[in-house]
Protein backbone atom coordinates (compact mmCIF):
# COMPACT_ATOMS: atom_id res chain seq x y z
CA UNK A 1 0.00 0.00 0.00
CA UNK A 2 2.67 2.46 0.58
CA UNK A 3 4.64 1.10 -2.39
CA UNK A 4 1.42 2.36 -4.79
CA UNK A 5 0.98 5.58 -1.87
CA UNK A 6 4.58 6.63 -3.32
CA UNK A 7 3.99 5.77 -7.17
CA UNK A 8 0.90 7.65 -6.71
CA UNK A 9 2.83 11.21 -5.41
CA UNK A 10 5.81 10.57 -8.28
CA UNK A 11 3.07 11.11 -10.76
CA UNK A 12 1.58 13.22 -9.41
CA UNK A 13 4.43 15.93 -8.68
CA UNK A 14 5.43 14.93 -12.80
CA UNK A 15 2.06 15.91 -13.53
CA UNK A 16 2.32 19.21 -11.84
CA UNK A 17 6.18 19.68 -12.87
CA UNK A 18 4.40 19.42 -16.43
CA UNK A 19 1.65 21.25 -15.81
CA UNK A 20 4.02 24.07 -14.87
CA UNK A 21 6.20 24.05 -17.86
CA UNK A 22 3.17 23.78 -19.95
CA UNK A 23 1.99 27.03 -18.44
CA UNK A 24 4.48 28.97 -19.25
CA UNK A 25 3.91 31.84 -22.44
CA UNK A 26 6.21 31.67 -24.99
CA UNK A 27 7.03 35.22 -26.33
CA UNK A 28 9.45 36.79 -28.50
CA UNK A 29 11.34 39.88 -27.83
CA UNK A 30 13.31 42.08 -29.88
CA UNK A 31 17.03 42.29 -29.67
CA UNK A 32 19.13 43.95 -31.64
CA UNK A 33 22.54 42.08 -33.34
CA UNK A 34 25.12 42.56 -31.56
CA UNK A 35 23.36 44.11 -28.71
CA UNK A 36 23.62 47.65 -27.02
CA UNK A 37 23.07 49.39 -23.66
CA UNK A 38 20.16 51.10 -23.29
CA UNK A 39 18.52 47.16 -23.66
CA UNK A 40 19.99 46.29 -20.47
CA UNK A 41 17.22 45.67 -18.43
CA UNK A 42 15.60 43.35 -20.92
CA UNK A 43 18.94 41.47 -20.57
CA UNK A 44 19.04 41.38 -17.10
CA UNK A 45 15.21 40.16 -17.17
CA UNK A 46 16.26 37.01 -19.39
CA UNK A 47 19.59 36.36 -17.17
CA UNK A 48 18.37 36.30 -13.84
CA UNK A 49 15.22 34.33 -14.89
CA UNK A 50 12.50 36.81 -14.10
CA UNK A 51 10.75 36.07 -16.96
CA UNK A 52 10.36 32.66 -16.47
CA UNK A 53 9.50 33.86 -12.99
CA UNK A 54 6.40 35.53 -14.08
CA UNK A 55 5.12 32.53 -16.13
CA UNK A 56 6.66 34.01 -19.72
CA UNK A 57 8.96 31.41 -21.85
CA UNK A 58 11.04 34.30 -23.37
CA UNK A 59 13.18 33.95 -26.31
CA UNK A 60 15.30 36.45 -27.64
CA UNK A 61 14.83 37.60 -31.58
CA UNK A 62 18.39 38.87 -32.64
CA UNK A 63 17.99 41.74 -36.18
CA UNK A 64 18.78 44.94 -37.39
CA UNK A 65 16.49 47.79 -36.39
CA UNK A 66 14.75 48.18 -39.53
CA UNK A 67 13.76 44.38 -39.82
CA UNK A 68 12.82 43.91 -36.13
CA UNK A 69 10.21 46.78 -37.17
CA UNK A 70 8.78 45.11 -39.99
CA UNK A 71 8.55 42.17 -37.53
CA UNK A 72 6.67 43.75 -34.98
CA UNK A 73 4.24 45.37 -37.30
CA UNK A 74 3.45 41.84 -38.81
CA UNK A 75 2.75 40.27 -35.43
CA UNK A 76 6.57 38.29 -35.96
CA UNK A 77 7.36 39.82 -32.98
CA UNK A 78 5.50 40.28 -29.53
CA UNK A 79 7.79 42.74 -28.10
CA UNK A 80 9.88 45.60 -30.15
CA UNK A 81 12.14 48.18 -28.04
CA UNK A 82 11.99 50.59 -30.86
CA UNK A 83 9.92 53.66 -29.40
CA UNK A 84 11.33 55.68 -32.23
CA UNK A 85 10.64 53.89 -35.09
CA UNK A 86 7.15 53.22 -33.46
CA UNK A 87 6.22 56.46 -33.19
CA UNK A 88 7.02 56.89 -36.72
CA UNK A 89 5.01 53.95 -38.27
CA UNK A 90 2.06 55.64 -36.18
CA UNK A 91 2.33 58.75 -37.29
CA UNK A 92 3.54 58.30 -40.94
CA UNK A 93 1.60 55.01 -41.72
CA UNK A 94 -1.24 54.57 -39.03
CA UNK A 95 0.28 51.54 -37.58
CA UNK A 96 -1.98 49.99 -34.99
CA UNK A 97 0.75 49.69 -31.45
CA UNK A 98 0.62 50.05 -28.37
CA UNK A 99 3.60 51.02 -25.87
CA UNK A 100 3.75 49.14 -22.87
CA UNK A 101 6.94 49.56 -20.31
CA UNK A 102 10.01 51.78 -21.37
CA UNK A 103 13.51 50.92 -20.20
CA UNK A 104 15.50 54.23 -19.61
CA UNK A 105 14.87 57.93 -18.81
CA UNK A 106 18.13 59.23 -20.81
CA UNK A 107 19.82 59.63 -23.92
CA UNK A 108 22.66 56.93 -23.74
CA UNK A 109 24.68 57.74 -26.75
CA UNK A 110 27.66 59.80 -26.76
CA UNK A 111 30.00 61.11 -28.99
CA UNK A 112 33.62 59.94 -28.90
CA UNK A 113 36.39 61.12 -31.36
CA UNK A 114 39.97 61.08 -32.32
CA UNK A 115 42.10 62.47 -29.41
CA UNK A 116 42.66 65.62 -31.10
CA UNK A 117 39.34 66.60 -31.08
CA UNK A 118 37.93 67.22 -27.50
CA UNK A 119 34.69 69.35 -27.67
CA UNK A 120 32.07 69.44 -30.14
CA UNK A 121 32.83 72.65 -32.12
CA UNK A 122 35.92 71.05 -33.34
CA UNK A 123 34.15 68.67 -35.24
CA UNK A 124 32.97 72.00 -37.82
CA UNK A 125 33.54 69.99 -41.09
CA UNK A 126 34.64 66.85 -40.29
CA UNK A 127 32.84 63.12 -40.94
CA UNK A 128 30.73 61.42 -37.78
CA UNK A 129 29.36 58.28 -38.05
CA UNK A 130 25.36 57.71 -37.02
CA UNK A 131 23.17 54.89 -37.71
CA UNK A 132 20.17 55.61 -40.47
CA UNK A 133 17.90 58.68 -40.22
CA UNK A 134 15.28 57.59 -37.65
CA UNK A 135 17.06 55.52 -35.20
CA UNK A 136 17.87 56.71 -31.36
CA UNK A 137 21.44 56.58 -32.34
CA UNK A 138 20.90 59.33 -35.57
CA UNK A 139 18.26 61.11 -34.69
CA UNK A 140 19.33 62.33 -30.52
CA UNK A 141 22.82 63.35 -32.03
CA UNK A 142 21.72 65.26 -34.79
CA UNK A 143 19.39 66.79 -32.06
CA UNK A 144 21.78 67.48 -29.18
CA UNK A 145 24.19 69.26 -32.05
CA UNK A 146 21.51 71.30 -33.57
CA UNK A 147 19.81 72.36 -30.53
CA UNK A 148 22.69 73.17 -28.27
CA UNK A 149 25.73 73.76 -30.49
CA UNK A 150 24.08 75.06 -33.42
CA UNK A 151 25.65 72.62 -35.84
CA UNK A 152 23.55 71.55 -38.54
CA UNK A 153 24.00 68.13 -40.37
CA UNK A 154 25.07 68.33 -43.91
CA UNK A 155 26.07 71.59 -43.15
CA UNK A 156 28.62 72.27 -40.55
CA UNK A 157 29.30 68.53 -40.62
CA UNK A 158 29.54 65.57 -42.78
CA UNK A 159 27.96 62.08 -41.87
CA UNK A 160 28.29 58.56 -42.63
CA UNK A 161 26.19 56.05 -41.68
CA UNK A 162 26.77 53.16 -40.35
CA UNK A 163 23.99 50.54 -38.92
CA UNK A 164 26.20 49.14 -35.48
CA UNK A 165 28.02 49.84 -32.72
CA UNK A 166 31.04 47.98 -33.79
CA UNK A 167 31.12 49.37 -37.19
CA UNK A 168 31.29 52.64 -36.37
CA UNK A 169 33.80 52.02 -34.16
CA UNK A 170 35.95 49.92 -36.02
CA UNK A 171 35.53 53.17 -38.51
CA UNK A 172 36.97 55.26 -35.67
CA UNK A 173 39.80 53.16 -34.82
CA UNK A 174 40.58 52.89 -38.64
CA UNK A 175 40.59 56.54 -38.88
CA UNK A 176 38.51 56.41 -41.51
CA UNK A 177 35.91 58.94 -40.04
CA UNK A 178 36.29 61.27 -37.22
CA UNK A 179 34.03 60.79 -34.88
CA UNK A 180 30.74 58.43 -34.51
CA UNK A 181 27.75 59.01 -32.28
CA UNK A 182 28.00 55.42 -30.26
CA UNK A 183 25.90 54.12 -27.34
CA UNK A 184 27.54 54.88 -24.05
CA UNK A 185 28.99 50.72 -23.25
CA UNK A 186 30.72 51.24 -26.74
CA UNK A 187 31.97 54.47 -26.21
CA UNK A 188 33.50 52.84 -22.95
CA UNK A 189 35.41 50.45 -24.70
CA UNK A 190 36.67 53.54 -27.47
CA UNK A 191 38.02 55.66 -24.78
CA UNK A 192 39.98 52.73 -23.59
CA UNK A 193 41.37 52.03 -26.57
CA UNK A 194 43.16 55.82 -26.49
CA UNK A 195 39.97 58.06 -28.83
CA UNK A 196 38.29 60.96 -26.33
CA UNK A 197 34.75 61.24 -25.43
CA UNK A 198 33.52 64.68 -26.65
CA UNK A 199 29.88 64.88 -26.06
CA UNK A 200 26.58 62.70 -23.55
CA UNK A 201 23.63 62.67 -25.58
CA UNK A 202 21.96 62.16 -22.04
CA UNK A 203 23.58 65.45 -19.95
CA UNK A 204 21.49 67.54 -23.32
CA UNK A 205 18.37 65.00 -23.38
CA UNK A 206 16.37 63.44 -21.25
CA UNK A 207 14.35 61.19 -23.27
CA UNK A 208 12.35 57.65 -23.02
CA UNK A 209 14.60 55.51 -24.66
CA UNK A 210 14.34 51.64 -25.37
CA UNK A 211 10.85 51.60 -24.82
CA UNK A 212 8.92 47.92 -25.79
CA UNK A 213 5.70 48.71 -28.05
CA UNK A 214 3.41 45.59 -29.55
CA UNK A 215 0.59 45.59 -31.66
CA UNK A 216 -3.35 46.42 -30.99
CA UNK A 217 -3.77 42.63 -31.85
CA UNK A 218 -1.56 41.40 -29.24
CA UNK A 219 -1.95 43.76 -26.49
CA UNK A 220 -6.02 42.93 -26.93
CA UNK A 221 -5.65 38.85 -27.13
CA UNK A 222 -3.13 38.61 -24.44
CA UNK A 223 -3.47 41.63 -21.60
CA UNK A 224 -1.74 38.88 -19.08
CA UNK A 225 0.70 37.83 -20.96
CA UNK A 226 1.78 41.52 -21.24
CA UNK A 227 1.44 42.53 -17.48
CA UNK A 228 3.73 39.97 -16.68
CA UNK A 229 6.39 41.19 -19.58
CA UNK A 230 6.02 44.81 -17.92
CA UNK A 231 6.78 43.10 -14.14
CA UNK A 232 9.90 40.97 -15.58
CA UNK A 233 11.43 44.49 -17.23
CA UNK A 234 10.49 46.55 -14.24
CA UNK A 235 12.17 43.92 -11.87
CA UNK A 236 15.58 44.07 -14.58
CA UNK A 237 15.22 47.82 -13.95
CA UNK A 238 15.30 47.90 -10.29
CA UNK A 239 17.98 44.73 -9.78
CA UNK A 240 20.96 46.80 -12.30
CA UNK A 241 20.07 49.99 -10.43
CA UNK A 242 20.95 47.93 -6.88
CA UNK A 243 23.36 44.55 -7.90
CA UNK A 244 26.93 45.80 -9.65
CA UNK A 245 29.01 42.66 -8.99
CA UNK A 246 26.10 40.29 -10.53
CA UNK A 247 25.51 42.51 -13.31
CA UNK A 248 28.88 42.75 -15.32
CA UNK A 249 28.11 39.09 -16.56
CA UNK A 250 24.89 40.54 -18.37
CA UNK A 251 27.14 43.45 -19.22
CA UNK A 252 29.96 41.44 -20.73
CA UNK A 253 27.55 38.59 -22.70
CA UNK A 254 25.07 40.46 -24.26
CA UNK A 255 27.34 43.48 -25.32
CA UNK A 256 30.52 41.63 -25.98
CA UNK A 257 32.85 43.54 -23.08
CA UNK A 258 36.16 41.58 -22.43
CA UNK A 259 36.56 42.16 -18.99
CA UNK A 260 35.29 42.88 -15.55
CA UNK A 261 36.88 46.57 -15.19
CA UNK A 262 35.31 47.39 -18.45
CA UNK A 263 31.85 46.02 -17.54
CA UNK A 264 32.27 47.86 -14.13
CA UNK A 265 33.05 51.19 -15.57
CA UNK A 266 29.70 50.69 -17.42
CA UNK A 267 27.48 49.82 -15.15
CA UNK A 268 28.75 53.02 -12.93
CA UNK A 269 27.79 54.84 -16.22
CA UNK A 270 24.39 53.67 -16.79
CA UNK A 271 22.65 51.92 -13.65
CA UNK A 272 20.80 55.26 -12.50
CA UNK A 273 19.56 56.00 -15.79
CA UNK A 274 17.06 52.78 -16.55
CA UNK A 275 13.64 53.29 -15.85
CA UNK A 276 10.45 51.05 -16.86
CA UNK A 277 7.83 54.05 -15.79
CA UNK A 278 6.76 56.90 -18.64
CA UNK A 279 6.74 59.84 -18.07
CA UNK A 280 4.33 61.87 -19.89
CA UNK A 281 6.25 64.93 -21.20
CA UNK A 282 9.64 62.63 -21.98
CA UNK A 283 6.72 59.92 -23.81
CA UNK A 284 5.32 63.23 -25.87
CA UNK A 285 8.95 64.92 -27.00
CA UNK A 286 9.31 61.21 -29.14
CA UNK A 287 6.47 61.57 -30.60
CA UNK A 288 6.92 65.43 -31.40
CA UNK A 289 10.80 64.57 -32.39
CA UNK A 290 9.23 62.37 -35.12
CA UNK A 291 7.05 65.04 -36.09
CA UNK A 292 9.69 67.09 -36.31
CA UNK A 293 11.75 65.33 -38.61
CA UNK A 294 8.63 64.70 -41.12
CA UNK A 295 7.59 67.84 -41.35
CA UNK A 296 11.77 68.66 -42.45
CA UNK A 297 10.74 66.07 -45.33
CA UNK A 298 7.84 67.35 -46.23
CA UNK A 299 6.00 63.82 -44.54
CA UNK A 300 3.64 65.90 -42.65
CA UNK A 301 1.96 69.51 -43.03
CA UNK A 302 3.69 71.97 -40.80
CA UNK A 303 0.65 73.55 -39.49
CA UNK A 304 -0.72 70.11 -38.45
CA UNK A 305 -0.36 69.40 -34.77
CA UNK A 306 0.71 66.34 -33.15
CA UNK A 307 -2.45 63.96 -32.17
CA UNK A 308 -2.44 63.10 -28.20
CA UNK A 309 -0.07 60.01 -27.65
CA UNK A 310 -1.55 58.87 -24.85
CA UNK A 311 -3.93 57.11 -26.61
CA UNK A 312 -0.97 54.80 -28.13
CA UNK A 313 0.65 54.03 -24.71
CA UNK A 314 -0.97 51.31 -22.20
CA UNK A 315 -0.68 53.67 -19.72
CA UNK A 316 -3.15 52.59 -16.98
CA UNK A 317 -2.13 48.90 -16.89
CA UNK A 318 1.80 50.57 -16.88
CA UNK A 319 1.20 52.13 -13.97
CA UNK A 320 -1.13 49.90 -12.05
CA UNK A 321 1.53 46.89 -12.88
CA UNK A 322 4.21 49.19 -11.32
CA UNK A 323 1.90 49.93 -8.14
CA UNK A 324 0.87 46.62 -7.23
CA UNK A 325 4.28 45.32 -7.73
CA UNK A 326 6.44 47.53 -5.43
CA UNK A 327 8.20 49.40 -8.02
CA UNK A 328 10.87 52.38 -6.68
CA UNK A 329 10.34 54.61 -9.42
CA UNK A 330 14.08 55.77 -10.70
CA UNK A 331 15.59 59.56 -9.98
CA UNK A 332 17.40 61.15 -12.19
CA UNK A 333 19.82 63.80 -12.25
CA UNK A 334 18.05 66.73 -14.07
CA UNK A 335 20.60 67.37 -17.45
CA UNK A 336 22.67 70.38 -17.98
Known sequence: MRSLRSLLMGVALVCAAASSVSAQTPITIGKITGGIGIHIPAYIAMDRGFFKEEGLDARFIDLGGSAMIRAGLTNNLNFV?????????????????????????TSQYVIVARPEYSKPDDLKGKIIAFARPGAADYDEGVTVLARFFKMQVGKDYKVISLPG????????????????????????????AGMRLV?????????????????????????????????????????????????????????????????????????????????????????????????????????KPLPDPEQWLARTLLESTLKDMGYVPTKIATPK
Open 199 to 303: MRAGDYLPRVGGGFWTTDEYFEKNPEAVKKFIRAIAKGVMYFRDHKAESLATIKGHLGISDDAQAGLIWDELHNSFAAEMPADLYRELFESRRLDMIVAKEWPAD
Open 165 to 192: DPERIAALLNKDIDAAFVSAPQGVRAVQ
Open 81 to 105: PIPSGGAQAILKAGAKIRYVVNQSL
